[in-house]
């Protein structure tokens, strides 16, 4: 038996690879460098390793390869778009992760014990979060792009280990913290293995592991269908788990509200890039012509992810579960792209998930602003007349939420109705009704907190707006300034989205 | 023997697994249990293997074994810190962010 090597192509690979290089180098800092010079090494080192891994990925925008690194990663447009996505939502992110406050001194101590008390004192900071966060990059990087079951599996558990972690780092109210971090986990790695059982009936249906090898066997109708079923339906459940649709949904309020909020963003705006992107790959590459088998079945998943997410989020009292509710309606609304099974939904889709990513960072750097002398302040009843003690901060975040409701020049509108009409386009007049329906729905709790913060007089109980630091105030202002001109002046993104996005089969 | 035989136990361990996920209140045993899940998904692997003449099947469970592996270290670390400041491993007792 002879041994031959891999051949690897570097440049394809290379957005990637810089990416987990500058997550060694941060856990190579965290081991060597003086605790006081941890925390600006370690945002610095991020930083470059985004801006290298833009860089690199653009010096190959328009090339395309299946074999990239033999046949598990396939390089194309739609890989580009996800890839690019993530980067811009991470290094919007990492600004509003470098604000210290937000986490723990110490995340081994008890809370309450007098180990935590001396951290404090001794004003340590968590500075792992930071190549933690860069492996989950890698990780989400790698999901979209994977095109056989090991990759993926293994992408989906290196971009979720390490947000399990980070869920557990909060710095106020450390016990919920901990909470959301074993929910998380616990429910994680149950779909996970949901997901591994359906990866193991797919290659023993197609007797292959790569997509390529599926989409032959589903087009030559050669295996037994049941396992094609069962493995179709276990690997969705995995799947549909990371977007938080509707049966699978459980996890996120809990996990939204008990995390730090800066990781809140992060988790809720690049998960669902990635997660998304690895959804259209393998239902537009490999199930396409087994469409009969899952098309209705998602439709009613959409519909029903959409409804309730809107539904739910109205009894919300709490800024985060509502916005946990409401990317669950999101996730809905979504599904619907991959419904369409089309061009125009593919484009869409990539629209959305851009826009609706940086709008979620913004909003939730919003959220972290909000505080009193014990944290983070996400009682929406304390929120009331915001816009009268602080308009400015009051006026973005209302105009985050007109962005999540989908209001014209945001945009929300632009992602919404593109994503619709591709739905109706292929066909499906319910996934229309419940979606604008649910929008509706949407519309109405957004624009109550709007209310709230501008027509409500201003409760005094010691809840302050903290002036922001520079590094969120570059967070908020470049996402703001992201949606307003996505909303405005959408046509050369959707273009370039147009032109570009493509899966190679 | 008939290797369809070992994908009905994996099926039967899968399923055991995925019931005790659901019914049981310990943190640990419930990660048991996934663990559980996770070798029934590699017993697939290897029959599927065995049935198509293939070796991806094996290849992936060296991959599982691994990956479950990370997820022990993650997973541990994450009870433990839990366990510490509740003395208790129970899912029950974490509550506190159910309205």
Redesign the interface.
């Known amino acids: 038996m002879t041994f031959t090597a891999p051949v690897l192509e570097y440049a394809l690979l290379a957005p990637m690879l810089a990416i987990f290089g500058g997550a060694i180098i941060g856990v190579l800092v965290e081991a060597f460098l003086p605790g006081r010079l941890r925390a600006p090494a370690q945002l610095f080192v991020s930083v470059m390793a985004i801006i290298t891994s833009l860089l690199l990925l653009f010096r190959i925008k328009g090339q395309s390869s299946t074999t990239p690194a033999m046949a598990s990663l396939s390089f194309d447009g739609a890989g580009f778009l996800f890839q690019a996505s993530i980067l811009v939502i991470a290094l919007l992110s990492i600004f509003l992760i470098a604000d210290q406050d937000n986490f723990t001194a110490a995340a081994a101590t008890v809370p309450g014990s007098t180990e935590e008390r001396e951290a404090h004192q001794a004003q340590s900071q968590t500075t792992e979060v930071f190549p933690l966060t860069l492996f989950a990059v890698g990780g989400m990087m790698l999901f979209p792009v994977a095109t056989d079951l090991i990759t993926l599996f293994v992408a989906l558990e290196v971009l979720s280990l390490p947000l399990y972690l980070m869920a557990g780092l909060a710095r106020y109210r450390r016990l919920a913290s901990q909470e959301a971090a074993l929910k998380y986990f616990l429910l994680g790695a149950f779909s996970s293995a949901f997901f591994l059982f359906g990866a193991a009936f797919l290659y023993g249906y197609s007797s292959s592991l790569t997509f390529a090898g599926i989409q032959q066997a589903v087009l030559g109708n050669a295996g037994n269908d049941v396992f094609l079923l069962i493995g179709l339906a276990f690997i969705s459940v995995g799947l549909l788990f990371k977007i938080g649709a509707f049966p699978f949904h459980a996890w996120s309020p809990d996990v939204y509200q008990g995390s730090p909020t800066a990781i809140t963003a992060f988790m809720a705006a690049a998960t669902k890039v990635a997660a998304f992107g690895a959804i259209l790959r393998i239902f537009y590459v490999s199930f396409a012509n087994a469409e009969w088998q899952w098309r209705p079945a998602l439709v009613l998943i959409a519909i029903a992810t959409m409804l309730f997410g809107s539904l739910v989020a109205i009894a919300q009292r709490d800024v985060k579960r509502m916005l946990a509710y409401s990317s669950i309606a999101h996730a809905g609304f979504l599904l619907s792209g991959v419904y369409a099974l089309s061009k125009s939904g593919l484009d869409a889709s990539i629209f959305y998930l851009f826009a609706y990513g940086v709008a979620t960072v913004g909003g939730f750097a919003i959220v972290t602003l909000i505080r009193d002398s014990s944290g983070e302040v996400t009682d929406l009843n304390r929120w009331s007349g915001l816009g009268k003690r602080s308009p400015i901060v009051a006026s973005t975040f209302a105009f985050f939420l007109l962005a999540f409701a989908g209001i014209p020049l945001t945009s929300g509108f632009i992602g919404k109705f593109s994503i619709f009409s591709a739905a109706y386009e292929s066909g499906s007049l319910a996934i229309l009704i419940a979606g604008v329906l649910s929008s509706a729905i949407a519309a109405f709790f957004y624009i109550r907190v709007i209310v709230l913060m501008f027509f409500k007089d201003p409760v005094e109980d010691g809840t302050s707006v903290v002036i922001p630091s520079a590094l969120t105030t570059i967070t908020i202002t470049i996402s703001a300034l992201i949606t307003l001109i996505l909303g405005v002046f959408p046509a050369p993104l959707v273009d370039f989205i147009a032109s570009t996005a493509s899966f190679l089969r | 023997m008939n290797p369809y035989n070992y994908?009905y136990l994996?099926g039967l361990l899968?399923t055991i697994?995925?019931i005790g996920?659901v019914v049981r209140r310990n943190?640990i045993v419930?990660?048991m249990c996934?663990e559980l899940?996770?070798n029934?998904?590699?017993l697939?692997?290897v029959?599927?293997?065995r049935?198509?003449?293939?070796l991806?099947?094996q290849?992936?469970a060296f991959?599982?074994m691994v990956?479950a592996a990370?997820?022990v270290v993650?997973?541990l670390?994450?009870?433990v810190?839990?366990y510490?400041?509740?003395r208790s491993a129970s899912?029950d007792d974490?509550?506190?962010?159910?309205?």
């Open positions: 994908l994996a899968f697994g995925a996920v943190a419930i990660f996934v899940m996770l029934a998904a590699n697939a692997f029959t599927f293997s049935i198509n003449g293939t991806d099947g290849v992936t991959f599982t990956v990370c997820e993650v997973g670390a994450i009870i810190a839990i510490r400041s509740r899912v974490a509550s506190l962010l159910k309205r």
